[in-house]
C-alpha cells in the first residue's frame, strides 16, 4: 500500500467519522481495526444523538443511592469488589467533578461539541445517504419520584440559557407521545432537539463507506503494532505495513494498549453497560427513545426489537460478563412498556470510555509529535462522533478549528 497521510486507528464512530472528514477534505487516509466498521463499543448503544446535554452522569450525591449500589441492589450501577482497589482513584476523580460548580463548568466547556452534534451528524448522513436511519423526534425522560424531577430545576435552568428546548411533561403529555407507556412514572422531560437512529452499526458502515467512495483505504490490523519509523507513524495490516505523516488513535477503551507502550498513560477509566433486545408485545411500540431516569436504564426502537440498554458497570475492560442489572430492572422495565421475548439468548456488553470530568480527549498527543488523539467520548460517542472527527480534521489540516479545543486537551491531566 503507498504511503498515506494519515492512518486512523479505529473504526469505531469516532475514527470513522474522522476518517470521513479527513478523505473528505482531500487526505489520503487509511482506517485500521481488527474487526469491521462500527463492531465495537459502537455497535450497541441506544443510539441517541445527544445534542441536548447540560450536565454530565454525576456521582451519587445521597446516601441512599449509594447504599443501594454499595449492597448491589441497584439498577443504576453495579461493580465488581475485585475491582474496586484499581477503579478507587478515578471513583474520587469523578466524585470530585460532580460537584455542582463543577458540573456547570462541564456543561459550558462541553456545550460547543453538543450544540454541533446533530447538525454534524445530518452532515455526514446526507453525504453518506443514510437517512433511513435518522430520527428527528427527540428523547423523552421519565422520572418515578417527585424528588429526581424536583431536582432537575437547575438543568432546566441552564439548559434555557443555553437555547436548548425542553417540554416537562406530566403523565399524559408523556403518555400522548408514547402511547405504549404503562403511567409507572410521575413527571418527563422531553428534548425535542435530540435526535436517535435505528442502527448504530448500520451509520457507521454506512460513514466508513462514503469514506472509502471518496478514496479513503481500510485495512485489518493491529493497532499495537504502531511505531515511529524515522518522520513517519508505521502500523502492520493484512496488506503489509502502512507509513503516514499522521496517526490519529481513536481506539476508544481500548486506547490505553497503544498510548502507554508510546509513554502517554491518560487516566481513561471505562463503564460498561450491556443491551439486549426484545420483541413488544403486540402493536406496542416506541416513537424515540426512552431513558427510565431514576432506575437507569434506556428503552431505544431499534431495526433489530426494542433495546434495553443498562446502566454503568464498573469492572476490567476483559473481566467476565456479569449482567446482573438486567434481573434488577427487568421487572420494573416489563411494568413500563410491554416487552416480550428476548431476542438473543445472551445480552451484548461494551464498554464506554471515558474521563473523570466527562470531556474527551481530542488533540495533538503531548511529546509525540504527528500523533493524534481522539479518546473518551464516555456516554456520548455516537452524539459526538461526527463533531470530534471534523475538529480533529481540522487541526489536522491547519484549518481554522469550529471551536477552540483547549478544555479538550491531554494536557490537562498533568
Ligand atoms: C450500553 C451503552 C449505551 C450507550 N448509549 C449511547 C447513546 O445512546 N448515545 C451516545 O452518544 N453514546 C452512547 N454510548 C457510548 C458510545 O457507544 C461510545 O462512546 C462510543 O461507541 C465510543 O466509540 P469509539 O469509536 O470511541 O470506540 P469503539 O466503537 O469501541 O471503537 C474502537 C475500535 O477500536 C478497535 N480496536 C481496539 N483495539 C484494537 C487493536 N489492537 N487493533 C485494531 N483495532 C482495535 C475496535 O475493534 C473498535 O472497532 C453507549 C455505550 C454503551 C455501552
Not at 482497589?85 to 461539541?113: K, Y
Not at 449482567?323 to 416487552?339: D, H, I, S, T
Request: some cysteine.
Amino acid at each position: 500500500m503507498p504511503q498515506s497521510d494519515v492512518i486512523v486507528l479505529g473504526a469505531g464512530i469516532v475514527g470513522t467519522s474522522a476518517a470521513l472528514h479527513l478523505a473528505q477534505r482531500g487526505l489520503k487516509v487509511v482506517l485500521v481495526d481488527r474487526q469491521g466498521p462500527g463492531e465495537g463499543t459502537s455497535y450497541g448503544n441506544a443510539g441517541i444523538i445527544e445534542g441536548n446535554t447540560v450536565f454530565p452522569p454525576a456521582f451519587p450525591s445521597d446516601f441512599a443511592a449509594l447504599a443501594r449500589i454499595a449492597l448491589k441492589r441497584s439498577t443504576v450501577a453495579n461493580y465488581h469488589l475485585t475491582f474496586l482497589p484499581r477503579v478507587a482513584p478515578w471513583l474520587m476523580a469523578f466524585r470530585a467533578a460532580s460537584q455542582p460548580q463543577r458540573v456547570v463548568e462541564t456543561a459550558h466547556l462541553m456545550r460547543p461539541l453538543f450544540s454541533r452534534a446533530v447538525a454534524e451528524h445530518e452532515a455526514l448522513i446526507a453525504a453518506s445517504g443514510a437517512e433511513r436511519h435518522l430520527r428527528k423526534t427527540g428523547w423523552l425522560k421519565l422520572y418515578r419520584s417527585e424528588a429526581a424531577f424536583a431536582a432537575l430545576r437547575r438543568e432546566f435552568d441552564l439548559a434555557t440559557s443555553f437555547g436548548i428546548a425542553i417540554d416537562p411533561l406530566d403523565i399524559d403529555g408523556a403518555l400522548a407521545l408514547e402511547p405504549a407507556l404503562a403511567p409507572v412514572f410521575r413527571h418527563a422531560a422531553f428534548w425535542p432537539g435530540a435526535a436517535s437512529v435505528d442502527n448504530p452499526l448500520a451509520l457507521t458502515q454506512a460513514y466508513a463507506a462514503r469514506s472509502a467512495a471518496l478514496g479513503g483505504a481500510a485495512a485489518n490490523g493491529d493497532a499495537r503494532t504502531l511505531r515511529r519509523v524515522g518522520q513517519a507513524w508505521t502500523v502492520d495490516t493484512e496488506v503489509g505495513s502502512i507509513a503516514a505523516g499522521q496517526a490519529v488513535v481513536a481506539l476508544g477503551p481500548w486506547a490505553p494498549d497503544v498510548l502507554k507502550p508510546l509513554g502517554i498513560d491518560l487516566p481513561l477509566g471505562i463503564k460498561r453497560g450491556y443491551h439486549l433486545h426484545y420483541r413488544a408485545e403486540g402493536n406496542a411500540g416506541l416513537n424515540r427513545p426512552v431513558l427510565d431516569a431514576d432506575l437507569g436504564y434506556c428503552l431505544a426502537p431499534m431495526q433489530q426489537g426494542i433495546r434495553l440498554t443498562t446502566g454503568a458497570e464498573f469492572a476490567a475492560r476483559d473481566a467476565k460478563h456479569s449482567p446482573v442489572q438486567l434481573g434488577r430492572l427487568m421487572p420494573y422495565a416489563k411494568a413500563l412498556f410491554p416487552l416480550g421475548e428476548a431476542i438473543e439468548p445472551q445480552p451484548w456488553m461494551g464498554c464506554r470510555p471515558c474521563f473523570a470530568d466527562s470531556r474527551p480527549v481530542i488533540g495533538e498527543a503531548p511529546g509525540q509529535p504527528g500523533l493524534w488523539l481522539s479518546i473518551g467520548h464516555a456516554h456520548w460517542g455516537l452524539t459526538l462522533g461526527p463533531a470530534t472527527g471534523r475538529l480533529i480534521a481540522e487541526m489536522i489540516t491547519g484549518a481554522t478549528p469550529f471551536c477552540d479545543p483547549a478544555p479538550y486537551r491531554a494536557e490537562r491531566f498533568g
